[in-house]
Structure formats: structure tokens, C-alpha cells
């Protein structure tokens, strides 16, 4: 950092004032790491440098945005998991109901509420599912709405349910209508905004993992408040809820949060 560079402290503030993002919420070393190699690849010399960039040059902010919000997933992230929620999770919440309200928080791309789409036109029928897939990036919310996968993204998806809920056009798969008309995209700041309804699933999965600990516990507690009783909380495969207990979960499944009810 030159010596009239700005410090960190002083660039994350000038963020948070642009974009409402709080960079003080994530991990900093990571964070740091993160935005150094942004730096590098931008052309800037320091934070003050990479602060004009943003402000100036349009495809810097949206390279920038992406590697903040770290739009990584698949169809099917971790199936086995998936497999316990279509079993196990789903029958229970939706028993004696007409229908279900499930949140995918921090959705990506989309791989996530598609995937949820699919396992409730499989494993619910006559239950009517809406899934509000929120994002903090407006531009990936954009490309998720389209419904599009590449083949990378498919590797978990059987030859079956590929027949049945994708059409293959060009290089692309694409979600059929009756699994997007489930779904609506919204923009949402985990970290500053409130819970946008109240859900009997959420599914938040590789998202707080990369917040600093008051931040996660700020969430997990925003969490549980949005859930109905008997609701679930689905979490990433290296992720726990510190503090379950206190925060009134119960966690009978690995990954797998309760409101009691």
C-alpha cells in the first residue's frame, strides 16, 4: 500500500457506502486475500486506485461483485445430501399441508432453487411449492432467472431427470417451464436486510462460511426467526450452526436444522 493509499478500513467503508455491502461482516484476512488478487488483476496499485476503477469502469465493478458474492454451485451440490432432504426433510414439512414456502438464500446462478423445484414436482405432488431464491448480485439474478446449465453443472443430474425437467439446446440445459414457474428471484443482502417471509424450509448453503463469527450468528438467529415451527434450516457440507442450541435449533440430521415445534 502507497503512502496516501487508502487503509482497509477507510476502502470497505467507501463500499459499504456505494453498494450497502458491510465488508466488515466477512472474514478480513480472506476478505483481503480476496480483494488483493482483484487488485492485481485490475491493473491497481492500492485501494484508493481500485476504488476509482469501480467507480469508472463498469465490467471492474461486476468482476469485483462476482468474486464477493462467489457464484459456485451445481445441480445437486452434495446429492447425497439432497437425497436426505427429498426422503426425509420434504415429506415431513409438507404433511397435511396444502402447500410450502421454501427460501434458497444466497441462490448463485440458480443450480440451487432449480434443484428444489425438481425435488418438489418429484417428491410432492399435489403440494404447491413457491421458492423465493434471493441474491445480493442483481446480475447473476438475471442469468439465473434464464433456467440455463452448462454440462459441468449437470454431472449430478441422472440421465432420467435430465429427460424429464431439462431441454438440451445448443450447449445448453435448460430447466422447463413447469420447474421455473415455481421460483422468484429477488435481491436480498443477508446481511442488512430483514427475513423476507416466513418459510418451512430454508436452504443456505456455502454463503456464511465466508462471514466473520457475529455475522453468521447474526443470520442463523434471522434464520430461525423466519422459519414456521417444524421448520428446517439446510446448510453446505462443511458448514455447522455454532451455538444451535442456544439459538433454539435442533439438529436431528447432519446439515439439517428444526424450530421446534
Known sequence: ?????????????????????????????????????????????????????????????????????????????????????????????????????????????????????VLAQEKLPGVSCEILA??????????????????????????????????????TWKAKPELMRLIRFVKHNLLADSAPGVFDLIVCRNVVIYFGDEAKDRVNRMFFQALKPGGYLFVGGTERVADSEEIGFENPLPFFYRRPR
Open 134 to 171: 434471493t441474491d445480493i448480485d442483481e446480475s447473476i439474478l438475471k442469468a439465473a432467472a434464464k433456467g440455463e446449465f452448462q454440462d459441468p453443472d449437470m454431472k449430478n443430474v441422472n440421465a432420467q431427470r435430465r429427460a424429464s425437467w431439462f431441454v438440451r439446446e445448443g450447449t
Open 1 to 117: 500500500m502507497r503512502q496516501s493509499d487508502l487503509t482497509y478500513e477507510e476502502f470497505i467503508a467507501q463500499i459499504k457506502q456505494r453498494t450497502g455491502i458491510d465488508l466488515a461482516l466477512y472474514k478480513q484476512e480472506q476478505m483481503q486475500r480476496r480483494l488483493k488478487g482483484s487488485m492485481e488483476r485490475a491493473g491497481a496499485d492500492g485501494y484508493a486506485a481500485y476504488l476509482r476503477l469501480l467507480d469508472t469502469n463498469p465490467s471492474v465493478r461486476q468482476v469485483f461483485l462476482d468474486r464477493l458474492t462467489i457464484n459456485v454451485s451445481e445441480l445437486f451440490r452434495n446429492p447425497e445430501h439432497f437425497g436426505t432432504l427429498a426422503d426425509r426433510i420434504l415429506p415431513e414439512i409438507a404433511e397435511g399441508k396444502r402447500g410450502i414456502r421454501i427460501w434458497s438464500a444466497g441462490c448463485s446462478y440458480g443450480a440451487e432453487p432449480v434443484s428444489l423445484a
